[in-house]
């Protein structure tokens, strides 16, 4: 056996890598503590190692990474003065088997002690659920085939899994309150390329998303066509237009019907995608990219399907390698013609006979920008901040916003790989 092993790795043509990185960050603003409180203030600490292996060879690149983030935050939704611990796994798989196919996987795991604010980007939601401790793991496999010259074929697959484990979400477990979803998307496309400018593709989605056990299962489906396009040399637009067939089988969670009284839907979806290099000169470069369009939303907190509507941009100016800055806007909305209030909560005592009734959160806006500066060869500080905010739908009564995120940050970090740091990263 020990025989067997050593011929592996001599056959094993690629190189090894281990790779470090660590971040400190101290954040000061507004936001709220828990999903449907008021704003409050706070002070954030937040430490984050990373550890990474990485194995490369001219026909594959395998990563994988570990980060325990660290973070102290007065207040918190523990209403203790302990750190909260939010631990995150990644696995990356590029594989080149032939000069014709492409594989593509990567997995991501969650566990542990989310905020407010990492919550919105762990399960890509408005709607904020009521919950301080999470499980949550998604995977991506994908296959790209040149068929020949002109025709190239993508198959897309991805699935999508949450639970909140802490006693508040227990304690709520009623049959009016998600507090699990498991989903599964499928796509096939094919792209055809008319010149070197034009590109045209047909494809077809599939996804089912199951709520607390499968006591409510929504599906969709429907064919989408791409038309890609090389606008400029240096912009690029993929427009995209298509119809999703949405269904929805079992019990309703809570007073929010997934597809009103029918229980089905269907609708035309559709999306643009431009990216331009607006600027470069020597070192000096100025990237802009903007998407939107309207599409059928499978909400993973409030177990219903709606169109919606969205849109976002991005500007990033790099001056290597030195400087790099990004600002980002983005929007999106419920496209409903109806609101539906959320039940009250389980308690023990009988509510108030005037209940004001509350309506989910299904819109948001913000605004994040970010600055970062090198200050030696793997040492980066950076300075940032977001606002954002949420709202239900522009249909509800008394619309408005109400749940208001403002803060400000100061980072340093340090890397063992600064070729891997030149733009600053995403906030979360």
């Known amino acids: 056996m020990v025989g067997n092993l050593l011929v592996a790795l001599v056959l ?92 593509l996987g990567s997995a991501t795991g969650s566990y542990g002690n989310p905020d407010y604010i990492q919550l919105s980007q762990l399960l890509n939601t408005s709607q904020i659920p009521r919950t ?38 227990a304690a709520t477990t009623t049959g009016t309150t998600v507090t699990n979803q498991k989903s599964a998307t499928e796509q096939a496309a094919a792209l055809y390329q008319l010149n070197p400018r034009h590109a045209l593709g047909f494809g077809a989605a599939l996804s089912e998303a199951s709520y607390n056990g499968g006591s409510l299962d929504i ?64 070192e000096f470069f100025v990237l802009a990219n903007a998407s939107g369009g309207v599409d059928y939303y499978v909400d993973p907190v409030l177990a219903t399907a709606v169109r919606r509507a969205r849109v976002d941009a991005a500007i990033t100016a790099i001056m290597a390698p030195d400087w790099a800055a990004t600002l980002r806007v983005d929007f999106s909305t ?21 209940t004001v009734a509350t309506y989910p959160d299904e819109t948001l806006a913000s605004v994040s920008f970010a600055v970062r500066r090198r200050l030696t060869t793997g040492v980066f500080a950076e300075l940032g901040g977001m606002w954002a905010d949420r709202a239900p739908a522009f249909v509800t009564p008394g619309f408005e916003f109400h749940q208001r995120q403002l803060w400000l940050f100061a980072q340093l970090a340090w890397t063992s790989h600064p070729v891997l740091q030149t733009v600053p990263r995403p906030i979360q």
């Open 12 to 103: 094993i043509s690629g190189e090894f890598d281990v790779q470090a990185s660590a971040i400190v960050e101290s954040r000061v603003g507004e936001a709220p503590i828990i999903s449907g409180q008021e704003p409050e203030a706070f002070v954030t600490e937040i430490v984050t190692p990373v550890g990474m292996f990485e194995y490369r060879d001219p026909a594959l690149t395998f990563q994988a990474d570990y980060s325990p983030r660290i973070y102290w935050q007065h207040p918190n939704a523990l209403n203790n003065w302990s750190p909260l611990l939010l631990q995150t796994a990644n696995l990356l798989l590029n594989a080149k088997s032939t000069r014709r196919l492409t594989l």
């Open 132 to 169: 301080t401790k999470i499980a949550s793991v998604t995977g991506h496999l994908g296959a790209r085939v040149a068929l020949t010259r002109l025709w190239e074929l993508d198959l897309d697959g991805q699935v999508f899994y949450w639970r909140s484990l802490d006693e508040m979400s």
């Open 219 to 282: 599906y969709t489906i429907g064919p989408v066509l791409t038309w890609k396009v090389h606008l400029t040399p240096s912009e690029d637009l993929k427009l995209t237009l298509g119809l999703t067939y949405v269904r929805a089988t079992g019990t309703a969670i809570g007073s929010t019907m997934p597809l009103f009284s029918t229980g089905q839907a269907a609708s035309p979806v559709g999306a643009f995608d431009f990216v331009s290099r607006v600027a470069r000169k020597d």
């Open 334 to 354: 419920a496209l409903r013609s109806t609101a539906y209030p959320l039940p009250p909560p389980p308690t023990s005592t009988p509510p108030p006979a005037t």
